[in-house]
C-alpha cells in the first residue's frame, strides 16, 4: 500500500516540477484495482496454433508466454469474421471459452454467429490474436468551418483572427485572415500542457495526473471545461463574455475569473486562471448575479482593462437586468472591478450611460463607448473626465477603432426590443435601427469628426445584364450578435457572427462604398453535408451498419425534442458525408449484424432496411396506420428525451427502457405486483426498488422474451446494449464507490453487466423503504448493485444530477468487450468480459495533435475487430481508429482437411 501512495506522489511531484499546479489524491487498493490494466504486456507464442478436427468440431490449441489478451475468430476467404469465438484476458480468472491458465484448447463447433453451419470449412481460416491495440485512423465528422456552438467572441491581430464559442464545451481556433482554418488554440496541445501555467491536474489511480476538467453540480453540469467558468442553467448570463488580444494573450473574461491563453498555444508565462472581471448586477440589497463583462478593452498603456456591456436575464426577459455604466480593472488583477464611467441608473448626460454595448481605446488612451439607447459614442479622457459625444447615430452597438489611424467605425443594429404587443410605439421602436457600418474621421486636436463612409449590411451583388440584387440579409440583434473589423488584412474585412441555436459566421470584405460577402461558412459546410444546426445538449449518438460499412452520426435536434429526424451517413472507406432524413423522427436507434435498422419512438420500435426504406415487419409484431408490424413496448417514454436506454444486440433482439405508468412504488405492502391498463404485464416492487422504469428484453420476432431485467437500474443516460449471449450491460447514474469513497465527478456513472433477470438496485432513498440494510459498503453512491458479473466505475453519462439532458454511449464488440469513455482519463478503456482493463486508447489532446486524442468524449460505437469510431465532443468531432493487434497467427482449415494436423 505505502508503495503504491509513493508512487502517485512521485508522479505528482514530477509534474509540479514542469510548473503545473496539482488537486492530489490518493487512492485505496480497490480504485487502484479496479482501473488497473490487468494484461501483462509481452505477447508471445510458446506453442504454435495448432488444428485438429473431428466430424463438425475443430480443436484449436495453442500456449502464451504470459497472462496477456487474446482474441480467437473464424474468419472466411476474404478475411470477413464469421464466429467470435471469444476474448479476453487468460491467465487465473479467463472469461468463457478459455480454460484457466497460459496453454489453451477452444473446441469450435462449425458454426457461425447466428447458429447456422458453415457449409465449408475447407474455406475457413482459425485466427489467434495476441494484445490489442489501435492507432488513429482519420477525421469522419468534422470540419474546421462548422461553427461549433454560440457565445461567439472574435479577435484579430497580425496573425489571424481568433474566434470562441461554446456549446457545453469550449473552443479557440485560430484562422488566417482570409478565413482558412490554421489551428485550434483551446483545446490546448497535448504538447503544450507543461507550458500552462497553474493548470490544475487530477490525479487518477493507476495513471498519471490528467488536466482537471470543471463541472457544475445539480442542474448546472452541461458545460465540461478547463476555463475559468461555470455552467448556468438556461444561459442567464454568459459563461464567457469579452475576449481581449494584446501582445499574443488572449483574456476570455469568464464568469468565473479570467483565462489567459497565448496564441502560441501556451499561456506565455502568465497564469491560465486569471482574477475575476465580474460585477454583482444592481445595487445595495438587490444585487444578484455576478457576470462579467461582454465587452472589454485594454487601456493604451496595459495599465487598465475597460469593461462594459454586464447584463443577465431575469426568468425568460432577455436583458431584463443593465446596469448602465464602464468598470476599470488593474490589468494584473490586483484589485477587482469598480465604475469609472456612469451609474447604475441610466441617464442622458455627458457623464450618464444608457444600455451601453461596447468600448475601444485609442492611441491617446481616450475611451469611446457605444452608448446605444442614447443614441451616440461617447469619449472620454483617459481619467474618466467627458471629452465629446459622436452623434446623432441610432443604435451604435459596436465601436471599434483603426490602431494604425484612430478612425472610427461604428455598426448599428437593432440590441433591445420591446413587447411588439404593447402598440405600434413599441413596434415602431423595435425597427428603428437600421444595420449599418460607419466610418469616422479621427479625433485629433478637435472635438469633432465627420462622417466619412457609410456601408449597408444588405449584401448586393451585381449579376451580368442584370440589375443588382440583394443576396443576403443580416439578422443582428441583440448582445449576442459579434462584428469585428480585422484592420490587419489587406483590403479591410470584417468578421460577422449572427446569433441562434448556432451562431452563424460570416466573412466580409469592404470593397470602395460596398460591403462584399465574401464567405458563408455555414453555407460552404452545408455543401459538404452538414447540417445548419448543432447537436444539442452535445448528443451524438453513433450507430454502425456492419453490412454496408456506414456511420450514422445522429445529433439531436432541438426543434424534435431532443430526438432526431435525420442523420449523417458518413462512408467509412471514403469518408464521404450525406445528410439523409429517416422515415419518422427517433429517440434512438442501432443495428444489428445483418444491418437491419432499429428504431425506438417512444412505446414502439421499428425496423427497417436503410437502403430502401422498406420496413422489415415482425412476425409477432401488431399492426399500425402506415406501418405493417412494429413492437409495443410496455410502457412509454422517450428513451434519449429523459430516461434513455435502447440496445440493439448483434442477433437482433432489443433491450429497451420504459416509463410504465402503471407502476406506483410510493404505496401499499412491500412485496406488491400492480397491473397495468392492458393486463399484460405485472411490475414487482421489493423494499428498496429506485424509480418507475423498467428494462425488457424483445427478440428478433417481436415477442416479449424477458421482463424487467434490471430492476430498479434507474435512468440510462449512459446507454444500454446486450451482447451475443444475452448479457445486458447498463451504465447506472450513479458514482461508483471505491475504498469508502465516491469516485468520479458529475460526468461519469458504473457500467454494470448483467446475466438476463440476475440485476437489481437497492436504493437508500426508495419510496418503498428498506427495513435492512444490506451488510455491505455501497456499490455506487446511495445504492447497492445486486447480480452484476462486473462493475466499472468511471464510464460517460453525460451528467448524473437530476438534469437528464447530456447522454453518453459505450460500446460492446461480438466479443463481449466494453468499449467505455472515461471521462476523468481522457481515454477509451477496453474491458474484456469478466471486466478486466485491457488496455486504455487515448489521451489527452487537441484535434491537430497527432495520434489518438481527445477531450471530451462522450460516445463510442465500433466495427469488432476494425475500427471504433468516437464522438471527441471537446473537440468538435467524430474521428475513427483501426484495431489490430501485437501478434498474430493463422492457419487455414483447408490444410487441416487435406494433411489432418497442422504443422
Given at each position: 500500500?505505502?508503495?503504491?501512495?509513493?508512487?502517485?506522489?512521485?508522479?505528482?511531484?514530477?509534474?509540479?516540477?514542469?510548473?503545473?499546479?496539482?488537486?492530489?489524491?490518493?487512492?485505496?487498493?480497490?480504485?487502484?484495482?479496479?482501473?488497473?490494466?490487468?494484461r501483462?504486456?509481452?505477447?508471445?507464442?510458446?506453442?504454435?496454433?495448432?488444428?485438429?478436427?473431428?466430424?463438425?468440431?475443430?480443436?484449436?490449441?495453442?500456449?502464451?508466454?504470459?497472462?496477456?489478451?487474446?482474441?480467437?475468430?473464424?474468419?472466411?476467404?476474404?478475411?470477413?469474421?464469421?464466429?467470435?469465438?471469444?476474448?479476453?484476458?487468460?491467465?487465473?480468472?479467463p472469461?468463457?471459452?478459455?480454460?484457466?491458465?497460459?496453454?489453451?484448447?477452444?473446441?469450435?463447433?462449425?458454426?457461425?454467429?447466428?447458429?447456422?453451419?458453415?457449409?465449408?470449412?475447407?474455406?475457413?481460416?482459425?485466427?489467434?490474436?495476441?494484445?490489442?491495440?489501435?492507432?488513429?485512423?482519420?477525421?469522419?465528422?468534422?470540419?474546421?468551418?462548422?461553427?461549433?456552438?454560440?457565445?461567439?467572441?472574435?479577435?484579430?491581430?497580425?496573425?489571424?483572427?481568433?474566434?470562441?464559442?461554446?456549446?457545453?464545451?469550449?473552443?479557440?481556433?485560430?484562422?488566417?485572415?482570409?478565413?482558412?482554418?490554421?489551428?485550434?488554440?483551446?483545446?490546448?496541445?497535448?504538447?503544450?500542457?507543461?507550458?500552462?501555467?497553474?493548470?490544475?491536474m487530477?490525479?487518477?489511480?493507476?495513471?498519471?495526473?490528467?488536466?482537471?476538467?470543471?463541472?457544475?453540480?445539480?442542474?448546472e453540469?452541461?458545460?465540461?471545461?478547463?476555463?475559468?467558468?461555470?455552467?448556468?442553467?438556461?444561459?442567464?448570463?454568459?459563461?464567457?463574455?469579452a475576449?481581449?488580444?494584446?501582445?499574443?494573450?488572449?483574456?476570455?473574461?469568464?464568469?468565473?475569473?479570467?483565462?489567459?491563453?497565448?496564441?502560441?498555444?501556451?499561456?506565455?508565462?502568465?497564469?491560465?486562471?486569471?482574477?475575476?472581471?465580474l460585477?454583482?448586477?444592481?445595487?445595495?440589497?438587490?444585487?444578484?448575479?455576478?457576470?462579467?463583462?461582454?465587452?472589454?478593452?485594454?487601456?493604451?498603456?496595459?495599465?487598465?482593462?475597460?469593461?462594459?456591456?454586464?447584463?443577465?436575464?431575469?426568468?425568460?426577459?432577455?436583458?431584463s437586468?443593465?446596469?448602465?455604466?464602464?468598470?476599470?480593472?488593474?490589468?494584473?488583477?490586483?484589485?477587482?472591478?469598480?465604475?469609472?464611467?456612469?451609474?447604475?441608473?441610466?441617464?442622458?448626460?455627458?457623464?450618464?450611460l444608457?444600455?451601453?454595448?461596447?468600448v475601444?481605446?485609442?492611441?491617446?488612451?481616450?475611451?469611446?463607448?457605444?452608448?446605444?439607447?442614447?443614441?451616440?459614442?461617447?469619449?472620454?479622457?483617459?481619467?474618466?473626465?467627458?471629452?465629446?459625444?459622436?452623434?446623432?447615430?441610432?443604435?451604435?452597438?459596436?465601436?471599434?477603432?483603426?490602431?494604425?489611424?484612430?478612425?472610427?467605425?461604428?455598426?448599428?443594429?437593432?440590441?433591445?426590443?420591446?413587447?411588439?404587443?404593447?402598440?405600434?410605439?413599441?413596434?415602431?421602436?423595435?425597427?428603428r435601427?437600421?444595420?449599418?457600418?460607419?466610418?469616422?474621421?479621427?479625433?485629433?486636436?478637435?472635438?469633432v469628426?465627420?462622417?466619412?463612409?457609410?456601408?449597408?449590411?444588405?449584401?448586393?451583388?451585381?449579376?451580368?445584364?442584370?440589375?443588382?440584387?440583394?443576396?443576403?440579409t443580416?439578422?443582428?440583434?441583440g448582445?449576442?450578435?459579434?462584428?469585428?473589423?480585422?484592420?490587419?488584412?489587406?483590403?479591410?474585412?470584417?468578421?460577422?457572427?449572427?446569433?441562434?441555436?448556432?451562431?452563424?459566421?460570416?466573412?466580409?470584405?469592404l470593397?470602395?462604398?460596398?460591403?462584399?460577402?465574401?464567405?458563408?461558412?455555414?453555407?460552404?459546410?452545408?455543401?459538404?453535408?452538414?447540417?445548419?444546426?448543432?447537436?444539442?445538449?452535445?448528443?451524438?449518438?453513433?450507430?454502425?451498419?456492419?453490412?454496408?460499412?456506414?456511420?450514422?452520426?445522429?445529433?439531436?435536434?432541438?426543434?424534435?425534442?431532443?430526438?432526431?429526424?435525420?442523420v449523417?451517413?458518413?462512408?467509412?472507406?471514403?469518408?464521404?458525408?450525406k445528410?439523409?432524413?429517416?422515415?419518422?423522427?427517433?429517440?434512438?436507434?442501432?443495428?444489428?449484424?445483418?444491418?437491419?435498422?432499429?428504431?425506438r419512438?417512444?412505446?414502439?420500435?421499428?425496423?427497417?432496411?436503410?437502403?430502401?426504406w422498406?420496413?422489415?415487419?415482425?412476425?409477432?409484431?401488431?399492426?399500425?396506420?402506415k406501418?405493417?408490424?412494429?413492437?409495443?413496448?410496455?410502457?412509454?417514454?422517450?428513451?434519449?428525451?429523459k430516461?434513455?436506454?435502447?440496445?440493439?444486440?448483434?442477433?437482433?433482439?432489443?433491450?429497451?427502457?420504459?416509463?410504465?405508468?402503471?407502476?406506483?412504488?410510493?404505496?401499499?405492502?412491500?412485496?406488491?405486483?400492480r397491473?397495468?391498463?392492458?393486463?399484460?404485464?405485472?411490475?414487482?416492487?421489493?423494499?428498496?426498488?429506485?424509480?418507475?422504469?423498467?428494462?425488457?428484453?424483445?427478440?428478433?420476432?417481436?415477442?416479449l422474451?424477458?421482463?424487467?431485467?434490471?430492476?430498479?437500474?434507474?435512468?440510462?443516460?449512459?446507454?444500454?446494449?446486450?451482447?451475443?449471449?444475452?448479457?445486458?450491460?447498463?451504465?447506472?447514474?450513479?458514482?461508483?464507490?471505491?475504498?469508502?469513497k465516491?469516485?468520479?465527478?458529475?460526468?461519469?456513472?458504473?457500467?454494470?453487466?448483467?446475466?438476463?433477470g440476475?440485476g437489481?438496485?437497492?436504493?437508500?432513498?426508495?419510496?418503498?423503504?428498506?427495513?435492512?440494510?444490506?451488510?455491505?459498503?455501497?456499490?455506487?453512491?446511495?445504492?447497492?448493485?445486486?447480480?452484476a458479473?462486473?462493475?466499472?466505475?468511471?464510464?460517460?453519462?453525460?451528467?448524473?444530477?437530476?438534469?437528464?439532458?447530456?447522454?453518453?454511449?459505450?460500446?460492446?464488440?461480438?466479443?463481449?468487450?466494453?468499449?467505455?469513455?472515461?471521462?476523468?482519463?481522457?481515454?477509451?478503456?477496453?474491458?474484456?468480459?469478466k471486466?478486466?482493463v485491457?488496455?486504455?486508447?487515448?489521451?489527452?489532446?487537441?484535434?491537430?495533435?497527432?495520434?489518438?486524442?481527445?477531450?471530451?468524449?462522450?460516445?463510442?460505437?465500433?466495427?469488432?475487430?476494425?475500427?471504433?469510431?468516437?464522438?471527441?465532443?471537446?473537440?468538435?468531432?467524430?474521428?475513427?481508429?483501426?484495431?489490430?493487434?501485437?501478434?498474430?497467427?493463422?492457419?487455414?482449415?483447408?490444410?487441416?482437411?487435406?494433411?489432418?494436423?497442422?504443422?
Open positions: 500500500m505505502k508503495l503504491i501512495l509513493t508512487k502517485v506522489l512521485f508522479s505528482i511531484l514530477l509534474t509540479c516540477s514542469t510548473a503545473v499546479f496539482l488537486c492530489a489524491e490518493t487512492f485505496g487498493p480497490e480504485a487502484i484495482n479496479e482501473f488497473k490494466i490487468k501483462a504486456q509481452i505477447f508471445e507464442f510458446t506453442q504454435k496454433l495448432k488444428l485438429t478436427r473431428k466430424g463438425d468440431d475443430v480443436t484449436i490449441s495453442f500456449a502464451v508466454k504470459a497472462a496477456c489478451d487474446v482474441a480467437v475468430a473464424i474468419e472466411d476467404s476474404q478475411g470477413k469474421i464469421l464466429r467470435h469465438l471469444g476474448a479476453g484476458i487468460l491467465g487465473e480468472d472469461p468463457e471459452p478459455f480454460q484457466k491458465g497460459l496453454s489453451q484448447k477452444i473446441i469450435w463447433d462449425g458454426k457461425d454467429n447466428f447458429g447456422k453451419y458453415v457449409k465449408d470449412l475447407a474455406t475457413c481460416t482459425v485466427r489467434v490474436s495476441l494484445g490489442l491495440k489501435a492507432a488513429f485512423e482519420k477525421n469522419l465528422h468534422y470540419n474546421p468551418l462548422r461553427s461549433l456552438g454560440n457565445d461567439t467572441s472574435i479577435a484579430c491581430d497580425k496573425d489571424g483572427v481568433y474566434i470562441y464559442q461554446s456549446n457545453m464545451n469550449d473552443y479557440v481556433r485560430h484562422f488566417d485572415h482570409e478565413g482558412n482554418y490554421v489551428k485550434t488554440i483551446y483545446p490546448f496541445s497535448a504538447s503544450k500542457l507543461k507550458s500552462i501555467k497553474n493548470l490544475k487530477r490525479a487518477v489511480p493507476g495513471g498519471k495526473p490528467v488536466p482537471n476538467k470543471t463541472r457544475a453540480k445539480g442542474e453540469t452541461s458545460t465540461v471545461t478547463l476555463l475559468s467558468t461555470k455552467p448556468l442553467l438556461y444561459k442567464k448570463a454568459y459563461q464567457v463574455g475576449m481581449v488580444l494584446r501582445d499574443g494573450l488572449l483574456s476570455l473574461h469568464g464568469n468565473q475569473g479570467i483565462s489567459r491563453l497565448g496564441t502560441d498555444g501556451t499561456t506565455k508565462g502568465q497564469p491560465f486562471h486569471g482574477p475575476s472581471s460585477m454583482a448586477i444592481g445595487k445595495g440589497k438587490k444585487k444578484k448575479q455576478s457576470c462579467p463583462p461582454y465587452e472589454a478593452a485594454y487601456s493604451s498603456d496595459d495599465k487598465w482593462i475597460y469593461g462594459t456591456q454586464y447584463f443577465w436575464m431575469g426568468g425568460w426577459a432577455p436583458y437586468k443593465w446596469p448602465h455604466y464602464l468598470t476599470r480593472q488593474p490589468s494584473d488583477g490586483s484589485k477587482p472591478p469598480e465604475i469609472f464611467i456612469g451609474k447604475h441608473d441610466k441617464g442622458n448626460s455627458n457623464e450618464q444608457n444600455n451601453p454595448t461596447s475601444a481605446v485609442d492611441r491617446k488612451g481616450r475611451i469611446y463607448i457605444s452608448d446605444w439607447y442614447n443614441d451616440r459614442v461617447q469619449v472620454f479622457s483617459a481619467d474618466g473626465v467627458y471629452f465629446t459625444s459622436i452623434k446623432p447615430i441610432t443604435g451604435p452597438a459596436k465601436v471599434m477603432l483603426d490602431p494604425k489611424t484612430d478612425e472610427i467605425y461604428v455598426a448599428t443594429w437593432q440590441v433591445s426590443t420591446k413587447d411588439p404587443y404593447g402598440g405600434k410605439a413599441n413596434r415602431a421602436f423595435n425597427k435601427c437600421k444595420q449599418t457600418l460607419l466610418k469616422y474621421s479621427a479625433l485629433k486636436s478637435g472635438k469628426c465627420k462622417i466619412i463612409k457609410k456601408w449597408s449590411f444588405d449584401i448586393y451583388n451585381k449579376k451580368r445584364g442584370h440589375a443588382n440584387r440583394l443576396v443576403h443580416f439578422k443582428l440583434s448582445m449576442q450578435s459579434r462584428f469585428v473589423i480585422d484592420f490587419h488584412s489587406k483590403p479591410l474585412r470584417a468578421w460577422v457572427s449572427q446569433p441562434g441555436m448556432l451562431d452563424k459566421l460570416y466573412l466580409l470584405e470593397q470602395g462604398d460596398k460591403m462584399i460577402l465574401k464567405r458563408n461558412f455555414n453555407k460552404e459546410i452545408e455543401k459538404e453535408g452538414y447540417s445548419k444546426s448543432i447537436p444539442y445538449f452535445q448528443r451524438r449518438y453513433l450507430h454502425y451498419d456492419p453490412v454496408r460499412e456506414k456511420l450514422y452520426v445522429a445529433e439531436m435536434n432541438q426543434k424534435e425534442v431532443k430526438h432526431y429526424n435525420q449523417f451517413s458518413i462512408d467509412v472507406k471514403s469518408g464521404a458525408v445528410l439523409m432524413r429517416l422515415p419518422h423522427t427517433v429517440a434512438d436507434s442501432g443495428f444489428d449484424a445483418k444491418g437491419r435498422y432499429y428504431m419512438s417512444g412505446s414502439t420500435i421499428i425496423r427497417y432496411n436503410p437502403t430502401t422498406k420496413e422489415i415487419p415482425y412476425d409477432y409484431g401488431e399492426s399500425r396506420k406501418v405493417i408490424s412494429l413492437i409495443p413496448t410496455i410502457g412509454g417514454g422517450a428513451s434519449s428525451d430516461y434513455g436506454g435502447f440496445g440493439v444486440s448483434p442477433l437482433g433482439d432489443t433491450v429497451v427502457a420504459c416509463v410504465w405508468k402503471g407502476s406506483d412504488t410510493s404505496r401499499g405492502s412491500k412485496e406488491k405486483k397491473q397495468d391498463f392492458k393486463g399484460r404485464w405485472t411490475a414487482k416492487v421489493y423494499p428498496g426498488r429506485p424509480g418507475g422504469l423498467y428494462v425488457h428484453v424483445y427478440d428478433t420476432y417481436g415477442n422474451k424477458q421482463e424487467d431485467v434490471v430492476k430498479g437500474g434507474g435512468t440510462f443516460t449512459g446507454g444500454l446494449q446486450m451482447d451475443m449471449q444475452g448479457n445486458v450491460y447498463a451504465v447506472i447514474r450513479k458514482n461508483r464507490i471505491l475504498d469508502g465516491v469516485y468520479g465527478n458529475s460526468g461519469t456513472g458504473t457500467l454494470a453487466k448483467f446475466k438476463p440476475k437489481r438496485l437497492i436504493s437508500t432513498r426508495s419510496r418503498t423503504p428498506l427495513d435492512t440494510k444490506p451488510s455491505r459498503p455501497q456499490d455506487v453512491s446511495g445504492a447497492w448493485i445486486e447480480g458479473e462486473y462493475l466499472y466505475g468511471e464510464s460517460a453519462i453525460g451528467s448524473n444530477s437530476h438534469c437528464w439532458c447530456r447522454h453518453g454511449q459505450f460500446f460492446v464488440d461480438y466479443y463481449g468487450r466494453a468499449f467505455v469513455c472515461e471521462q476523468e482519463r481522457y481515454s477509451i478503456a477496453v474491458l474484456d468480459p471486466g478486466r485491457i488496455d486504455r486508447i487515448g489521451h489527452f489532446g487537441n484535434v491537430d495533435d497527432p495520434g489518438i486524442t481527445m477531450f471530451d468524449a462522450q460516445f463510442i460505437q465500433g466495427h469488432t475487430d476494425k475500427r471504433i469510431f468516437v464522438a471527441d465532443n471537446g473537440n468538435g468531432r467524430v474521428f475513427s481508429a483501426t484495431l489490430n493487434y501485437h501478434k498474430t497467427a493463422r492457419v487455414s482449415l483447408k490444410d487441416v482437411l487435406n494433411k489432418g494436423d497442422a504443422p
